[in-house]
């Protein structure tokens, strides 16, 4: 079965400021690894994702991860956020072998203050 | 492109009734998916699909029932609502392969009383 931790429940962090959201994962196979994000009373959307290849994966707003496969780690990274990055952030993992099965991390609330 | 739409946004229950959650999807996908939402503890995925006529279980489908008829649509019927089943509800699809992207719906936020 997989798994997916994100240590923190909620960062706050000035705007402007560098931010890191931490995810680690458990499997026994092959993964893909997924960043979501939920604005205020919205769905998911995707921010980035890592298939295979280049472990630094750039996605949408300037959000960037980095996979490392020995720590089984997926963190999450912006050099400068903007009030406008406060949101919800899921970490997920789906298996290579199957699936189409999203498993979802507990979620990080990401509060940015001016 | 309407995407995933779900209905309704908002519903009260009241404890033993039962109720659908509708899902759409105009995307042709093959697989799709209802998730809950609770503080803490991220998305939990209760039914998923794979096809029409193909439907399973997933961490939490107890007291929920899915079927799926056609390609477009996914309903999640509450057989009787228990006030432990007060959360949001997310209904999602994707293709038929687990590197996709997963498109979400806006989510039906449930009370039961």
């Known amino acids: 079965a997989q798994s997916v931790t994100q240590l923190d429940s909620q960062v706050p962090v000035f705007e402007e400021a560098p931010v890191e959201l931490r995810c680690n994962y458990s499997s026994s196979v092959s993964v893909y690894l997924f960043w979501y994000v939920q604005y205020p009373n919205q769905g998911l959307q995707l921010l980035l994702k890592?298939?295979?290849?280049?472990?630094l994966v750039k996605g949408i707003n300037g959000f960037e991860a980095e996979f490392n496969k020995s720590q089984t780690s997926f963190h999450l990274r912006k050099p400068s956020v903007h009030i406008s990055d406060t949101a919800e952030y899921f970490c997920?993992?789906?298996?290579?072998?199957?699936?189409?099965?999203?498993?979802f991390g507990s979620g990080t609330r990401l509060l940015v203050r001016p | 492109n309407a995407g995933v739409t779900q209905t309704p946004k908002f519903q009260v229950l009241k404890t033993g009734q039962s109720m659908t959650l509708q899902c759409a999807q105009d995307?042709?996908?093959?697989?799709m998916s209802w998730y809950r939402q609770d503080p803490g503890m991220g998305l939990r995925l209760i039914h998923y699909?794979?096809?029409?006529?193909?439907?399973d279980q997933g961490e939490v489908p107890n007291g929920y029932n899915v079927s799926r008829s056609t390609t477009e649509d996914f309903p999640l019927r509450l057989l009787s609502a228990a006030p432990s089943q007060t959360s949001v509800y997310f209904c999602?699809?994707?293709?038929?392969?687990?590197?996709?992207?997963?498109?979400f719906g806006q989510g039906t936020r449930l009370t039961v009383v």
């Open positions: 999602a699809s994707s293709p038929w392969t687990g590197e996709s992207e997963a498109f």
């Open positions: 699909s794979v096809g029409a006529g193909i439907t």
């Open positions: 995307m042709n996908h093959e697989y």
């Open positions: 997920a993992v789906s298996r290579m072998d199957s699936s189409y099965k999203l498993i």
């Open positions: 890592y298939l295979s290849g280049s472990t």
